[in-house]
């Protein structure tokens, strides 16, 4: 008896502390999310505890008029709509910018290999706010970009670079770019190099390998490549609220100003676990995708 | 058993271009201090429906010379002629030539039959064409059963006959295969060999074939080139290579054999006779003759050697060893000089020798059986 007991006791010793970080700071919060957002609205900040109701998720879609009716309202379902659209622009230049990218890297000698890595990863090193004013420094009016093309008289007016959706696509895509690349070229770099040359044996051009091997043998890695891209852009706060201004709200934004400016803290909670609910529909397709792909072959 | 022998020399008097025709090909690796010459100076002609084999050590250049023939690598310099056309330019995917991979190189991601219709849709062959085909390959290698299968879900010599199959479906001008037995175990092995002669045969497809492997050469092929450091050393049928070596190198690769360093015959200098350390002499039916002072390396197989008593105008040897291999028994014996020697002798014979280590032995040897070697 002893002897079985003490592993098991060792077992619950070596997850413990894992066990408990996730309960304190995931799974304790995130209840607490759920529970504020079906509290009442205290309109000075904070919740009503025990005003139980569903208001806040009424909200993302409605509006209860003066008179007390409740009429259509998509003015949030925008600000989502627009989320979704600019976190799948990204995660599609991303796609289209990180894989040359990742087969480039792929290809060439080890030791080139590691200092690619190093290169991709290096933006990391600083903080992303520093980086996402780095690019405000980039794009706007008087600007490196238009200034120069102004001096080259390519221009004769600053174009409007900044405070679109196209500064917040560039800026989510600078940032998240590596979360592409590097799933990619890891599932590049296991592609066995003799299988392209049996292809160009078996009479395929470079763009039919490309396709017919090289592009289903990566397809694992583009699949993590989209996740890991597409969920934090969706989710993005600073990039948005930096580069977008006012005009181009995304959820992230918008939770954060249900919590501060707006003091509605049981809508920010439910925008919150409405994002989440997005991001679980995303992973799952994922999941489902990734176990067809399985089926094909590893 | 010589299967390769018994199937007569493609006639070179076809009119027909030959094969390959490759002249004077160099290949470089690497440049300066570092460079690596793969292929130097290599010349060869291999002709219409032959069974080829390049045999060499690892290293020798073998898949070298079959990359540059596939188009996967570009000579330093040097012409390859399929059928009479210059190949040196064309991409991989523009040679009317298949390769079978040494580790196969099959498409994990497809089935058995999607990896042997992958050439034919490449060549955009019509669908009805191509599943024709399809199924003629996979009956040719006897896999029908398993053509939905996943390329994970096959052993080893199910992925070679695979991977013979996809390589023989576009109906290639030239067939390359690249050590393909070499991962297979040895009953496999044997089978696959009887096996591959008889795709060779029943599709009239030239292949070329490498492998370090001896025995492996001298089964299939009709003839064999050996090759060492980069050259082609002798080009000629498993029974030219086996029976006449004309290198130091070519005797000791392919089989056992005895080196014997050896001078010409008294004074006489008799084309075709030499003697050992005065002893002899020992007649060589194509030797040149030997001139005065000057010492060749005879080559002689084991089981050529004939064992007696010691007697008037044999050989003298004293036995070391005497090592019984069930169906020969191997005599060593050392000449009066020190010389190692090794006879083979069939037990299935009536007459047994009654030699024990230590008795004084007389030897000969045919004279067609002796080969006087270029040493290199």
Known sequence: MRASTRPLVFRILLIGPAALAMCLFMVIPLMLMGWISIQGRDYSGGVLWGEIGFDAYTRLFFERELDGTIALNLNYFKIILRSIWLSALTMTISLVVGFPVALFMATRSQRWRAVLIFMVTLPFWTNLLVRNYAWILLLRDHGTINNTLLWLGVISEPLPLLHNQLAVAIGLTYSFMPFMVLPIYSSLEKIDFRLVEASFDLYASRWQTLKRVILPLAFPGMVAGCILVFVPSLGSYVTPELLGGGKTLMIGNLIGLQFGAARNWPFGAALGMFLLLLVLIALTSYARNYRTNAQVGK | ?376
């Open chain 2, 1 to 376: 058993m010589i299967i390769g022998d018994a199937v007569s020399e493609p006639a070179s008097s076809t009119g027909k271009p030959d094969a390959i025709a490759a002249t004077s090909l160099i290949k470089v690796f690497g440049a300066g201090d570092s460079a690596f010459k793969a292929l130097d100076n290599v010349s060869i002609n291999i002709r219409q429906n032959e069974f080829f084999t390049l045999l060499g050590p690892s290293g020798c250049g073998k898949t070298t010379l079959l990359r540059l023939i596939a188009g996967f690598e570009q000579p330093t310099s040097g012409t390859i002629l399929l059928n009479g056309e210059n190949i040196i330019d064309l991409p991989p995917f523009k040679r009317p030539v298949n390769t079978v991979f040494q580790n196969y190189a099959l498409f994990p991601h497809m089935t058995v039959a999607q990896n042997i219709s992958f050439g034919l849709e490449m060549q955009n062959r019509p669908k009805a064409e191509t599943k024709t085909i399809v199924d003629e390959m996979l009956s040719l290698v006897r896999m029908e059963s398993m053509a939905g299968r996943r390329i994970t879900e096959i052993s080893g010599g199910q992925q070679q006959r695979v991977a013979l199959a996809r390589a023989l479906a576009p109906k290639p001008k030239l067939l390359l295969l690249d050590e393909p037995l070499s991962a297979l175990d040895l009953q496999l092995r044997k089978d696959m060999q009887l096996e591959l002669k008889r795709l060779q045969l029943e599709t009239g497809i030239t292949f070329i074939f490498v492998t370090h492997d001896q025995e492996e050469a001298l089964t299939m092929s009709d003839r064999i080139a050996v090759m060492d450091k980069g050259q082609i050393l002798q080009v000629g049928t498993p029974r030219d290579i086996y029976d006449r070596p004309q290198h130091r190198f070519v005797a000791g690769f392919i089989g056992e054999i005895n080196l014997v360093q050896a001078g010409p015959s008294g004074s006489a200098g008799e084309p075709g006779e030499y003697a050992i350390d005065q002893t002899g002499p020992i007649h060589v039916q194509e030797g040149k003759a030997a001139q005065q002072g000057q010492s060749v390396t005879l080559a002689i197989r084991p089981e050529c050697i004939s064992l007696s008593l010691p007697a008037e105008g044999k050989l003298p040897g004293t036995i070391s060893t005497i090592v019984y291999h069930g169906t020969d028994t191997i005599y060593h014996y050392t000449l009066p000089n020190g010389t190692a020697m090794r006879a083979r002798c069939q037990n299935s014979t009536m007459t047994t020798l009654p030699f024990v280590a230590g008795d004084a032995i007389g030897w000969s040897v045919d004279s067609r059986s002796v080969s006087v070697l270029e040493d290199k």
